[in-house]
């Protein structure tokens, strides 16, 4: 008979596997793959926390519209920013592969970021990196290719998180 698992005990898993990995930094070509619509992100696993299921989120009035609002994780609050709607795209739709990537706590900045699916990690070794094509943000440092054709968008959580755009959450 199968062992039956707790999902909270398996997100602690996770996120101390997630920690364990961004410590040890044996292998710092890895990188968390998120999607939110067509487009693909790898994030650093230093700069990446915990992956969550979407908390509660309570919405906060006359902000932009990628500012999801805050919710409590955990006692401590949290702000939540769509991240498909911030990078450009359309805004993100709650579904049951949703996930809320926290930022990593190094980076003293409480916030999470809503993407569409987390497709866990990625090798860079494994991906061909596309030269001639520039980020779409300040803050994606490099654009990749994957065996499949699809392009994955690498950001620096550090550099946006300093960024005005982001730190701007009032409506326009």
Same mark, same amino acid.
């Given at each position: %008979?199968?062992?039956?698992?707790?999902?909270?005990?398996?997100?602690?898993?996770?996120?101390?596997?997630?920690?364990?990995?961004?410590?040890?930094?044996?292998?710092?070509?890895?990188?968390?793959?998120?999607?939110?619509?067509?487009?693909?992100?790898?994030?650093?696993?230093?700069?990446?926390?915990?992956?969550?299921?979407?908390?509660?989120?309570?919405?906060?009035?006359?902000?932009?519209?990628?500012?999801?609002?805050?919710?409590?994780?955990?006692?401590?609050?949290?702000?939540?920013?769509?991240?498909?709607?911030?990078?450009?795209?359309?805004?993100?739709?709650?579904?049951?592969?949703?996930?809320?990537?926290?930022?990593?706590?190094? %980076?003293?900045?409480? @916030?999470?970021?809503?993407?569409?699916?987390?497709?866990?990690?990625?090798?860079?070794?494994?991906?061909?990196?596309?030269?001639?094509?520039?980020?779409?943000?300040?803050?994606?440092? @490099? %654009?990749?290719?994957?065996?499949?054709?699809?392009?994955?968008?690498?950001?620096?959580?550090?550099? %946006?998180?300093?960024?005005?755009?982001?730190?701007?959450?009032?409506?326009?």
């Amino acid at each position: %008979m199968a062992r039956r698992v707790k999902l909270t005990d398996f997100q602690r898993a996770l996120s101390a596997r997630l920690a364990e990995a961004a410590s040890r930094q044996v292998t710092p070509s890895n990188r968390l793959g998120v999607a939110t619509g067509q487009r693909r992100w790898l994030l650093r696993l230093d700069q990446a926390g915990e992956v969550l299921f979407p908390p509660e989120i309570y919405e906060i009035p006359h902000t932009a519209g990628w500012f999801r609002g805050v919710a409590n994780v955990r006692g401590h609050l949290v702000s939540v920013v769509d991240w498909s709607e911030f990078s450009g795209g359309t805004p993100a739709a709650l579904s049951y592969r949703s996930r809320v990537v926290l930022l990593s706590e190094r %980076m003293n900045v409480p @916030a999470g970021l809503l993407v569409g699916t987390v497709s866990g990690l990625r090798n860079l070794d494994a991906l061909e990196r596309v030269s001639d094509q520039a980020g779409t943000a300040r803050w994606t440092v @490099a %654009m990749w290719r994957d065996a499949d054709g699809r392009i994955w968008e690498e950001v620096d959580l550090a550099q %946006m998180v300093e960024d005005a755009s982001f730190l701007r959450v009032e409506a326009a």
